[in-house]
């Protein structure tokens, strides 16, 4: 991996990691794509770049969660199903379904499918504005949780899963997606953590300089790609995410495999 490359794919991470395409996938692909050879460096790097799309997160909504003690419960409720069951998961899917395009662009189109629908039959609901982000509940968040589960398959999409799932239960669109922004914060620290105790990685000259450029060019645009994403759901649905998930996946089957 040289520093283009780095460059590229922690623009990719930061940019997708909060929009319902799964950021997971698209570097994988774009692994592919620049003939990064699949060692366990570059499976750790893509999960580890995701720590500074998270810290994007904690910057714009420290404030939010700070002494917010039952908002921070029920993250933590969301949190532990995922936990549970992406340890019990974890061989297979870093194993096993991190090396197949072919399940990233099947989930992608699948993934895309379902939003098209869900967003077809969406429009004709009025959603209750009045709800805020602590108001969700217990039983809510906890399903929220086993839904974002789904996401430990590359090309599902973490955020897709929980906003969909969130906006299924009744929650508001910015609600779930500030909610799924929130969770992503857990998920994702214990996630790249797991990955780098069990990986024991023994890291090369370059490496750590490599896995700490991938982190800040994911932070910049995190960053950006929140508060884009924030003004985008005012004024649209996520049909358009549908779509490109159609396309990415039939171009992916067509190019790749």
Do not use: C
């Not at 620290?189 to 370059?206: C, I, M, N």
């Amino acid at each position: 991996m040289n520093f283009l490359d780095t460059l590229i794919l922690g623009m990719v991470e930061g940019f997708t990691e909060f929009l319902p395409v799964s950021s997971t996938g698209h570097l994988l692909v774009a692994g592919e794509i620049l003939n990064i050879p699949e060692t366990e460096f570059f499976k750790t790097f893509v999960v580890a770049i995701q720590l500074g799309a998270i810290l994007a997160v904690v910057l714009i909504y420290w404030k939010k969660v700070l002494g917010n003690l039952n908002l921070s419960k029920k993250i933590l409720t969301a949190f532990i199903p995922t936990a549970i069951i992406g340890f019990l998961l974890y061989s297979i899917i870093k194993d096993f379904l991190f090396e197949s395009l072919a399940t990233i662009a099947y989930a992608l189109i699948v993934g895309g499918i379902i939003i098209i629908i869900f967003e077809f039959f969406q429009k004709k609901k009025i959603e209750d504005d009045t709800q805020k982000l602590e108001d969700i509940s217990y039983k809510k968040s906890f399903l929220i949780g086993l839904i974002q589960a789904l996401a430990i398959v590359p090309g599902v999409s973490r955020s897709g899963a929980t906003i969909i799932g969130g906006m299924g239960l009744g929650i508001s669109r910015k609600n779930i997606v500030e909610f799924s922004f929130l969770l992503a914060v857990p998920t994702i620290v214990a996630a790249t953590g797991f990955d780098l105790v069990q990986s024991k990685l023994s890291f090369y000259p370059g490496d750590l300089e490599r896995l700490l450029l991938g982190f800040v060019f994911s932070f910049i645009f995190a960053y950006l790609a929140i508060k884009f994403f924030i003004r985008f759901i005012q004024n649209h649905s996520f049909m358009i995410f549908g779509v490109y998930r159609i396309l990415a996946g039939v171009l992916i089957i067509l190019l790749l495999i």
